[in-house]
C-alpha cells in the first residue's frame, strides 16, 4: 500500500522545484507575462500541501483551514497566471467563489461538524474545479499555440476535475469516512495522480512558453526583415537624392561662379566709364553728378555681392588661401573701398600703430571689413558716422564696428547670421540677408568669435575676435578689396 504522507512529501517537493524552475524562466524571460505567477503558484501550493501533511501534528487550525486555503490561494494564482499569459484578465467570479468557500463556508464546516471529511473534500474539488475549468477555457479560446499541446492539456485537465469531484462524491457515498492523510488506497490513488498532473501540467506550461517565445523570435524577425528592407530601399532613395542634389549643387556652383565672373567685366567698365566722364565733365551739373555718384554707389553694391557671393563659393568649396597678413592694413584698404561713393568721410577709423599679424586669407577677410562696414552704412543715417576701430588685446586682435542706425527687434537677435534672413525692420533698405551670414562664417572659417550687441533704434555694434600670429608680413602686398 502507498504510503499517503510520502506521497503528499513528493508532491511538496515536485512544486517546490517547479515553482523554482518558473521563477527561474521569468528571470531570463521577463517579457513572457505570467511566469511569475507560475512560479508563486506552484510554491503557495507546495506550503499548503505540507501543512496538511503535518495533519495531526500541529493543529486543525493551521493543517485544515490554512492549508486547504494555501492550497485554493494556489490554483487561483495558477488561472490568473495563464490569463496573464493569454491577455485576459482574471474573472470577478472565480475571486468571489475563493473568497465565500475558503473563507466563509470552509471555516463554517470545520467547527460546525469538524469530522465530516466528505463534505470539505467536495466543497475543495468544486472550487478548485473552477480554476481549472477557467484554465480549460482559456486553452479552448486561444488557437496560437500548437493544437496537440493544447488538446493534451485539456484533456488532463477535465480528468483531474473529474476525479477531484469524483473522490468528494465517493466519499460521501461511501460509508466510514478515513482522514486525507490516513493510508487509504482511493486518496494514495487520487495523490498519486495529482502528483502525475502536475507534472505533466509543468510540461504543458512550458511547452505553451517556449512556443510564444518560437513565436515572438519569428515575428521579431519577420519585423526585422521588414525594417532591413525598408531601410534599404531609403537609404537607396537617399543615395539617389543624395547624387541629385550633389548634381544641382554643382550646376548651382557653376552657374554662381559664371554669372559672378561675368559680372565683374561689365562691372569695370561702368566704373571705367563713370571716371571718363567726371575727367571730361570738369564741372558738370548738378543732376549729372548727382546721377553719377548713384551709377557709382549701385556699381559698389553689385561689385560688392558679387565678392559677398565668390567668398560663400569659395567656403561651400573649402577653397582657403591664407597666407601672412596684416589686419591693419587690411582695415585701411576697406575703408578706401568707399571712398568712390563718398562715403569714406562717415567712417572713422582708428587703429593700433603696432601691426596686427594673423594668418589668413586676405580677400575673405577684406570681404569681412567691407560687409560689416557696409551694413553699418547702410542701416544709419547719413550724418551720423560709423566707428571703426581695431585693437589688440593678448594674443587676439579684436575688430570693433559701432553704428547709430535702426538697430535690431531683440527677439530676432537669434535669427540674426541664418541665410537669407533680414529684420523686419530693414524692408525699407535693399539686401539680400547674405553679408552677416557670410561674415559669421568668414569669422568661423578663421577661428575667431563674433558678437553682435544692439538696441532697436539706438544702433548696433559688432565684435570680432581672430587670433593674431608671430609671422612677419610684408606690408607691400597688393590690397585684395580692389581686385
Same mark, same amino acid.
Given at each position: ?18 515553482? @523554482? ?16 505567477? =507560475? ?22 487550525? /493551521?493543517? @485544515?483551514?490554512?492549508? &486547504? ?40 464546516? +470545520? ?8 463534505? !470539505? ?23 496560437? /499555440? ?11 485537465? %477535465? ?71 525598408? !531601410? ?17 549643387? $554643382?550646376? $548651382?556652383?557653376?552657374?554662381?561662379? %559664371? ?14 566709364? +563713370? ?15 548727382? !546721377? ?10 553689385? !561689385?560688392?555681392? +558679387? ?47 603696432? =601691426? ?22 547702410? /542701416? ?23 553704428? $547709430? ?19 523686419? &525692420? ?31 533704434? $539706438?544702433?548696433?555694434?559688432?565684435? +570680432? ?5 608671430? =609671422?612677419?608680413? &610684408? ?9
Amino acid at each position: 500500500m502507498l504510503d499517503v504522507r510520502t506521497l503528499l512529501v513528493v508532491i511538496l517537493v515536485v512544486a517546490v522545484l517547479q515553482g @523554482i524552475g518558473f521563477l527561474v524562466l521569468h528571470r531570463t524571460q521577463p517579457g513572457v507575462p505570467g511566469l511569475r505567477s =507560475y512560479g508563486m503558484a506552484f510554491i503557495i501550493f507546495a506550503i499548503g500541501m505540507a501543512l496538511t501533511a503535518a495533519r495531526g501534528a500541529i493543529s486543525d487550525l /493551521y493543517s @485544515i483551514l490554512l492549508g &486547504n486555503l494555501l492550497i485554493g490561494l494556489g490554483h487561483l494564482v495558477l488561472a490568473d497566471g495563464l490569463c496573464r499569459f493569454f491577455g485576459k484578465r482574471r474573472p470577478h467570479w472565480l475571486d468571489m467563489i475563493f473568497a465565500v468557500s475558503y473563507l466563509v463556508v470552509f471555516p463554517l464546516c +470545520v467547527f460546525l461538524d469538524p469530522g465530516n471529511t466528505s463534505i !470539505r473534500v467536495l466543497l475543495s474539488g468544486l472550487v478548485l474545479g473552477s480554476a481549472f475549468l477557467l484554465i480549460v477555457w482559456l486553452l479552448w479560446q486561444d488557437e496560437d /499555440y500548437p493544437r496537440p499541446l493544447r488538446w493534451t492539456l485539456i484533456t488532463l485537465t %477535465l480528468i483531474h476535475v473529474t476525479l477531484l469531484n469524483g473522490r468528494g462524491i465517493v466519499m460521501i457515498l461511501t460509508p466510514g469516512q478515513v482522514e486525507m492523510v490516513a493510508n487509504d488506497p482511493l486518496h494514495a490513488l487520487l495523490f498519486m495522480e495529482t502528483n502525475v498532473y502536475m507534472t505533466f501540467l509543468f510540461v504543458g506550461l512550458v511547452g505553451l512558453v517556449m512556443a510564444r517565445i518560437t513565436a515572438d523570435i519569428a515575428r521579431k524577425n519577420r519585423e526585422l526583415t521588414t525594417e532591413i528592407g525598408i !531601410r534599404r530601399q531609403l537609404q537607396e532613395d537617399l543615395s539617389v537624392s543624395f547624387a541629385k542634389e550633389s548634381e544641382l549643387r $554643382q550646376q $548651382q556652383q557653376h552657374l554662381l561662379h %559664371l554669372v559672378s565672373h561675368e559680372f565683374r567685366t561689365p562691372l569695370a567698365i561702368i566704373e571705367r566709364a +563713370v571716371e571718363m566722364i567726371g575727367v571730361l565733365m570738369t564741372a558738370p551739373p548738378a543732376a549729372i553728378s548727382e !546721377r553719377l555718384s548713384a551709377i557709382r554707389e549701385a556699381v559698389r553694391r553689385q !561689385r560688392l555681392l +558679387v565678392q559677398t557671393f565668390l567668398a560663400t563659393e569659395r567656403i561651400d568649396e573649402g577653397i582657403v588661401q591664407k597666407e601672412p597678413l596684416d589686419l591693419r592694413s587690411l582695415g585701411q584698404d576697406a575703408v578706401c573701398y568707399f571712398a568712390s561713393t563718398g562715403q569714406e568721410a562717415r567712417i572713422r577709423f582708428s587703429a593700433t600703430q603696432e =601691426y596686427l599679424p594673423m594668418i589668413g586669407d586676405a580677400a575673405m577677410l577684406s570681404t569681412l571689413f567691407v560687409n560689416l562696414l557696409d551694413n553699418a552704412l547702410k /542701416y544709419s543715417p547719413a550724418d551720423k558716422p560709423v566707428n571703426f576701430e581695431l585693437r589688440r588685446e593678448g594674443d587676439r586682435a579684436i575688430t570693433s564696428i559701432a553704428d $547709430q542706425g535702426i538697430g535690431i527687434p531683440p527677439e530676432e537677435l537669434e535669427h540674426i547670421g541664418q541665410r537669407f534672413f533680414r529684420a523686419s &525692420n530693414a524692408s525699407s533698405h535693399s539686401g539680400t540677408g547674405l553679408g552677416l551670414h557670410t561674415a559669421m562664417r568668414l569669422v568661423e572659417l578663421h577661428e575667431g568669435e563674433m558678437r553682435i550687441d544692439s538696441s532697436q533704434g $539706438q544702433g548696433t555694434t559688432i565684435l +570680432v575676435s581672430l587670433p593674431l600670429s608671430t =609671422y612677419e608680413v &610684408n606690408t607691400n602686398q597688393p590690397s585684395l578689396v580692389k581686385a
